[in-house]
């Protein structure tokens, strides 16, 4: 599926045509550079690889500058590759948003959602806790509740749904709904939320 990579600007809302006020989010996506070519006879498989973001050469790895060297581009802070883009594209080419959304597309944005450090089980999994009905116990009314078995198995079984790291996974939000697209300022307005913080960066799928 043909897609940018870009950088997640913030969320607003606009009216639409009803006068509905419909929440959105601001992605600068693109522009993206082609930095690798790969073909069925030399890899196997088709696909464009494209980067995204500027990068300094001293934070860039010799074989990764070789890289970029070769496609005759500045080293880039994120690749990721894309399929089907419908036409034919070589090494260096740039790629703008105008290109490959139109209004009214669906897309899917992938990203990685906000941390959120170690957690409990009621924020983390949506557990209930128990109320007020404590018997006088105090500091039981966010905790986990009983983990274990009896003698028999005498363990806890594996993927025991306990407090922990939250967040900070990739997340893909599907079927969103291409609201405007801004050429000039090559900007993508998508109806609703995607995961990330302000200025995280996001692989924008058709």
């Known amino acids: 599926m043909p897609g940018l990579i870009g950088k997640k600007i913030g969320m607003t809302s606009i009216f639409n045509a009803s006068g509905k006020n419909v929440p959105c989010t601001i992605i600068e996506a693109g522009p993206c550079v082609v930095t690798q070519v790969k073909t069925l006879e030399k890899d196997g498989y088709e696909c464009i690889q494209l980067g995204f973001g500027e990068k300094g050469e001293k934070r860039t790895s010799k074989p990764m500058l070789g890289h970029f060297k070769k496609a005759g581009v500045t080293p880039r802070r994120r690749l990721t590759e894309f399929f089907n883009f419908g036409r034919e594209l070589k090494l260096g080419d740039e790629v703008k948003v105008e290109e490959i959304f139109n209004e009214g597309d669906y897309v899917f944005v992938v990203g990685k959602s906000k941390g959120k ?46 407090a922990g790291q939250t967040g900070a996974l990739q997340v893909t939000i599907e079927n969103l709904e291409v609201l405007k697209v801004i050429p000039e300022q090559g900007l993508l307005v998508v109806k609703g939320a995607i995961p990330g913080h302000k200025g995280a960066t996001v692989v924008i799928r058709k």
């Open 117 to 162: 450090g170690f957690q409990g089980v009621v924020k983390r999994h949506g557990f209930g806790g128990v109320g007020q009905a404590t018997h006088g116990q105090h500091n039981r009314l966010r905790a986990p509740g009983s983990v274990g078995a009896a003698s028999f198995p005498a363990r806890v079984f594996k993927g025991m749904r306990m």
